[in-house]
Nanobody
Framework: QVQLVESGGGLVQAGGSLRLSCAASGRTFSSYGMGWFRQAPGKERDCVAAINWSGASTYYANSVKGRFTISRDNAKNTVYLQMNSLKLEDTAVYYC?????????????????WGQGTQVTVSS
């Protein structure tokens, strides 16, 4: 069992940056694959970035490639999402999720644990 708590969301102007953090409880964080998902009103929850257990492999959705960076610090039980050059369409609730198989995956159904989400709002 792992509990995930996101932080770092907020209101930012278009072109600005935010860094989201997701702190995990439990001693086995380093074995989990981690993902960041987002959900805008009326839309499905989609994966924007993922990282495998070691941090050696990452995935990015096409819409965020070159702007977002996922990373993890297993010593701190934390995964990060650095978001640069933010656009209006990045506005959503952002969730972190953990896959106890340690995979690099963007498939929502392969994630076992979820945080409560943090709101990111990009204004013009």
């Amino acid at each position: 069992q792992v509990q995930l708590v996101e932080s770092g969301g907020g209101l930012v102007q278009a072109g600005g940056s935010l860094r989201l953090s997701c702190a995990a409880s439990g001693r086995t964080f380093s074995s989990y694959g981690m993902g960041w998902f987002r959900q805008a009103p009326g839309k499905e929850r989609d994966c924007v970035a993922a990282i495998n257990w070691s941090g050696a492999s990452t995935y990015y959705a096409n819409s965020v490639k070159g702007r977002f960076t996922i990373s993890r610090d297993n010593a701190k039980n934390t995964v990060y999402l650095q978001m640069n050059s933010l656009k209006l369409e990045d506005t959503a609730v952002y969730y972190c999720a953990a896959d106890d198989a340690g995979r690099l995956t963007s498939r929502i159904y392969e994630y076992d644990y979820w945080g409560q989400g943090t709101q990111v709002t990009v204004s013009s």
